[in-house]
């Protein structure tokens, strides 16, 4: 994986910069988001199908909470799928 990993500074021009913050927030984004899938489960546990607990913590009603929730699994399997990890990976 040495030979793959492509070390962009950030440091070099403005553009590098860019560069180096897309690939910081896509590894935050990532981390963030299995955060909140992780609370998420503990306050509402999957298969418990009892919104009422998530919705309170989120300020909403229950249909909109599991509808959160529905949105948010779908959204987490998307940044967590092999081409994201490659990005970051290879040059995070």
């Known amino acids: 994986m040495a030979t ?8 070099a021009t403005r553009y590098s910069g860019k560069v ?6 896509a590894r935050n984004l990532q981390d963030l988001c299995t955060m ?3 609370v998420s489960n503990q306050i509402s546990p999957p298969g418990s199908e009892d919104w009422v607990a998530l919705a ?7 249909t909109k909470a ?3 929730y529905g949105l948010l699994i ?5 940044i967590n799928k092999a ?5 970051v ?3 995070g």
Do not use: E, H, P
């Open 89 to 91: 990976d290879r040059l």
């Open 66 to 68: 599991q509808a959160f």
């Open 56 to 62: 309170a913590q989120l300020g909403i009603d229950a």
């Open 20 to 25: 180096r913050s897309l690939i910081d927030q």
């Open 83 to 87: 081409n994201y990890d490659t990005f």
């Open 4 to 11: 793959q990993y492509i070390d962009i500074s950030g440091s």
């Open 36 to 38: 909140v899938v992780d």
């Open 74 to 78: 779908l959204f987490q399997a998307v």
